[in-house]
C-alpha cells in the first residue's frame, strides 16, 4: 500500500500567482503590489468555497517570505518557501476561526503579535473562515487590525463576508473572488488527468466542471475520485451520474415527454424505475427542475449563446429544441415553478417517495391544463354571466309573447357587465319589445331580458342616452348627464361640450378621459370615432332631455298639489350645488316632476361611490339620508 499518497486537489495546488487558475483580477492587483512595493496590513479574500482563496493567502505570504523576494515567482527551494508549501512554517500562522472563535483565542494571537518574526521578512497571520468569529472577539482585534505592529500582516479568508463586522472590512483591502468558469475548470482537469494518465472522455469532464458549482477544488477531488474507475476503459458521463446518484439526460427526456404529453401513468412507471435505480426523490426533481431550466432556455435564447448557458452538446440541444416546440414559455416557467416547490416538500416531508409520486403526477396533469386557450375558456365559464361589449346594432327587436304591467328591470346588452340600471312605469298600452341576440352563438351565450319601449325621440338623444348608458362609473355618466351637451355623435365623429373649465379638464386628463373613449368605442364597435371634448359656444344647439331622461331613468310619481293651496315654487333639495335654475309649478307641473326626480338622481349618483350606486340599481333600491 502507498501510504505516501497525496490527493489530487493538494498535489496541484497552485505555487505561484500565475498558476491560480482563473481570478485575473486578483492575480494582477496582487502582483502590482508586489512590485511596487505597496503591501497592505490587512487583507479580505471572500469567495465561494473552492476558488482558490486559503491557496492564493499561502502563495501571498511566499512571495512576500522568499529569501529572493518580495517576489511574484517565489523560488520554492528556500527555507521560507518550503515551509510555507509544508504547512510549518514559523513567521506564516494559520488559523481555523471555525475552532478558535472565542475571545480568549484572539487574545491569545495579540499577545504573540507583538514578537518579531524569526526568519522572515513579515509575520503573517492568516485567518480562515474568519466569520465563524464572536462578536467580542472581532472586537478584540479592531484596534490591532487597524494600526499592527511593523511587519505583521492579517490575511482573512471567508465565504460568508455579511457575517464580517463592517469595522473589520472597513481595515482590510477587499479581494472577491469569483466562481471559476467551467470553460477553465476543464481545461485544468484535461491537463491533470493527461499528467496523470487517467483515461476520461471530454464529456465526462465537462461534466465533472459543471458539477462543481465554480470550485476547482471540488472538481479536482471529484476526479480523483473518478480515477479509480480507470479499468482500461473511459471513463463516461453515466459512470459520473452513477457516483453522484444523477440521472442521465436520456432518462430526463424520456420522463419529461410522459409530463409533457400529460401521460401520469406512463411517468409514474419511468419515475419508479428511476427510483428503484437508487436515485433520491430530492435528487430526481433537483434534476429535472434543471432539465425545464435548460428546455427554457433553448426556447427563448439564441443560439449562439444555448451551449454556453447550458452545457450541452449539440444532440442534447437540438432535442430540447425538439421538445420546446409543443410548449409556450409559460408553460416550462410554471413546470420548473412546481418542480422548486416540490422540492421544498421533499425536504420537508418523513415520506419522501410519496410526495415524489404525488409531485410527477400533478406535473403531468398540470402540463395539459396550462395552455392559454384552455385557461381562458375555463374563466369564461367560471365567470358566467358577464358578456363582453357588443354592439347594439347586433341585436334586433322582437314582441313580447305578453304585455308588461309592471315596472319592468332594464338591462343595457352593452355594458361589460349585465348591470341593471332601473325601472320606468309601463303603461297598459304600451308595446313591449325584447332585445334578442342575432347570431346563435350570441343567443347561447346572452339573452337579455325584455326592455319597455321608449319614447320616440331623435336621433342625436338616442345615441347620447346610448352613450351614458356605456358609461361604466355612475358618477361619471350622472356628471355627463347634469352638465354635458352632445353636439354631434356619429360613427365618425363624437362631439360634446362641458359647462366650464375644470369638468373640460377632468374629461381632457385622467381616467375620466378613457372612461369616455371606452364608452365612445363600445357604442360604435364597428369603428373609431374621433373624440372631441370642448367648452360650449354661443351657437351651439342645447339638447333638452327633461322629458327624454324618463324614458332612460326611473321617474317617481309626486303628489300633485291639492287645488284649494297656493301655487309654490318647487325647488330641488340639492339646487344650490347642481342647477342654477328654479323649476316653477306654474309653468308645468309634470315637467317640474320630472326636474326634480333627475336631479335627485344625479345627487344620489354623484354623492355615492360607485358601489353604492350598484346595489342601489342592482335590487332597485332608495338612498335614505
Same mark, same amino acid.
Given at each position: ?266 411517468? *409514474?412507471?419511468? #419515475?419508479? +424505475?428511476?427510483? %428503484?435505480?437508487?436515485? $433520491?426523490?430530492?435528487? @430526481?426533481? !433537483? &434534476?429535472? =427542475? /434543471? ?14 449563446? *444555448?451551449?454556453? #448557458?447550458? +452545457?450541452?452538446? %449539440?444532440?442534447?440541444? $437540438?432535442?430540447?429544441? @425538439?421538445? !420546446? &416546440?409543443? =410548449? /409556450? ?30 409531485? @410527477? ?265
Amino acid at each position: 500500500m502507498n501510504k505516501t499518497y497525496v490527493p489530487l486537489y493538494r498535489k496541484y495546488r497552485p505555487q505561484t500567482l500565475e498558476q491560480i487558475v482563473g481570478q485575473e483580477h486578483i492575480k494582477r492587483a496582487l502582483s502590482n503590489a508586489i512590485k511596487t512595493d505597496k503591501i497592505a496590513h490587512a487583507y479580505l479574500f471572500t469567495g465561494p468555497r473552492g476558488t482558490g482563496k486559503t491557496s492564493t493567502a499561502r502563495i501571498f505570504a511566499k512571495s512576500l517570505n522568499c529569501e529572493k523576494g518580495p517576489t511574484i515567482t517565489p523560488c520554492g527551494v528556500c527555507t521560507n518557501c518550503v515551509d510555507i508549501t509544508n504547512s510549518t512554517p514559523v513567521d506564516v500562522i494559520e488559523i481555523d476561526a471555525a475552532s478558535n472563535r472565542s475571545v480568549e483565542d484572539a487574545q491569545n494571537i495579540l499577545e504573540k503579535v507583538m514578537y518579531a518574526p524569526v526568519n522572515s521578512r513579515y509575520k503573517i497571520y492568516i485567518i480562515d473562515e474568519v466569520h465563524m468569529l464572536s462578536t467580542t472577539a472581532f472586537n478584540a482585534l479592531l484596534k490591532t487590525l487597524e494600526e499592527p505592529p511593523k511587519n505583521v500582516i492579517f490575511i482573512l479568508a471567508t465565504t460568508e463576508v455579511h457575517k464580517v463586522l463592517d469595522t473589520i472590512k472597513s481595515r482590510c483591502q477587499r479581494f472577491d473572488f469569483k466562481r471559476i468558469t467551467t470553460d477553465d475548470i476543464s481545461k485544468h482537469l484535461r491537463f491533470i488527468a493527461n499528467e496523470e494518465k487517467i483515461n476520461i472522455t471530454d464529456d465526462a469532464i465537462l461534466e465533472i466542471a459543471k458539477n462543481s458549482a465554480g470550485g476547482m477544488r471540488d472538481s479536482i477531488a471529484l476526479l480523483d475520485q473518478l480515477s479509480i474507475l480507470d479499468d482500461g476503459h473511459d471513463i463516461t458521463v453515466e459512470d459520473i451520474n452513477i457516483l453522484l446518484g444523477r440521472i442521465s439526460f436520456d432518462k430526463l427526456k424520456e420522463l419529461s415527454n410522459e409530463i409533457i404529453n400529460s401521460h401520469p401513468s406512463d411517468a *409514474v412507471r419511468i #419515475l419508479n +424505475n428511476i427510483y %428503484n435505480s437508487g436515485n $433520491e426523490p430530492v435528487q @430526481i426533481i !433537483s &434534476n429535472l =427542475l /434543471e432539465y425545464f431550466k435548460n428546455m427554457l432556455i433553448v426556447k427563448t435564447c439564441s443560439d449562439e449563446i *444555448v451551449p454556453e #448557458l447550458t +452545457n450541452l452538446n %449539440n444532440k442534447q440541444i $437540438e432535442d430540447l429544441k @425538439i421538445q !420546446s &416546440n409543443n =410548449l /409556450e414559455p409559460h408553460q416550462i416557467i410554471f413546470l420548473t415553478d412546481k418542480c422548486s416547490s416540490y422540492i421544498k416538500e421533499l425536504k420537508a416531508t418523513t415520506t419522501p417517495q410519496l410526495w415524489l409520486e404525488v409531485g @410527477i403526477i400533478d406535473l403531468a396533469n398540470l402540463a395539459d391544463n396550462t395552455k392559454l386557450a384552455e385557461l381562458q375558456n375555463r374563466i369564461t365559464r367560471l365567470e358566467g354571466g358577464v358578456i363582453k361589449p357588443v354592439n347594439v346594432a347586433q341585436y334586433k327587436t322582437a314582441p313580447a309573447p305578453n304585455p308588461i304591467s309592471k315596472h319592468t328591470p332594464v338591462t343595457s346588452p352593452i355594458k361589460e357587465k349585465s348591470e341593471t340600471i332601473q325601472e320606468k312605469p309601463i303603461s297598459k298600452n304600451e308595446t313591449n319589445e325584447q332585445v334578442q341576440p342575432i347570431s346563435p352563438m350570441d343567443q347561447e351565450d346572452f339573452t337579455p331580458p325584455p326592455i319597455s319601449q321608449k319614447a320616440p325621440i331623435n336621433e342625436l338623444a338616442q345615441s347620447w342616452l346610448q352613450l351614458l348608458d356605456n358609461i361604466q362609473s355612475v358618477p361619471t355618466r350622472a356628471l355627463l348627464m347634469q352638465w354635458a351637451n352632445p353636439i354631434k355623435i356619429t360613427s365618425e365623429e363624437v362631439e360634446i361640450t362641458l359647462k366650464n373649465e375644470p369638468l373640460l379638464r377632468q374629461f381632457t386628463e385622467g381616467n375620466k378621459r378613457d372612461m369616455l373613449e371606452q364608452a365612445v368605442n363600445i357604442t360604435f364597435a364597428d369603428s373609431v370615432p374621433k373624440l372631441i371634448v370642448r367648452l360650449p359656444n354661443p351657437n351651439d344647439e342645447i339638447l333638452d332631455l327633461k322629458k327624454k331622461l324618463t324614458n332612460q331613468y326611473q321617474v317617481k310619481n309626486i303628489s300633485q298639489p291639492k287645488s284649494g293651496e297656493n301655487n309654490q315654487q318647487v325647488k330641488s333639495p340639492i339646487k344650490k350645488d347642481l342647477s342654477d335654475e328654479t323649476i316653477d309649478n306654474d309653468n308645468d307641473d309634470n315637467e317640474s316632476e320630472v326636474e326634480i326626480e333627475t336631479q335627485n338622481e344625479v345627487y344620489n349618483s354623484t354623492s355615492h361611490s360607485d358601489q353604492v350606486n350598484m346595489v342601489k340599481q342592482l335590487f332597485d333600491g332608495k338612498i335614505i339620508e
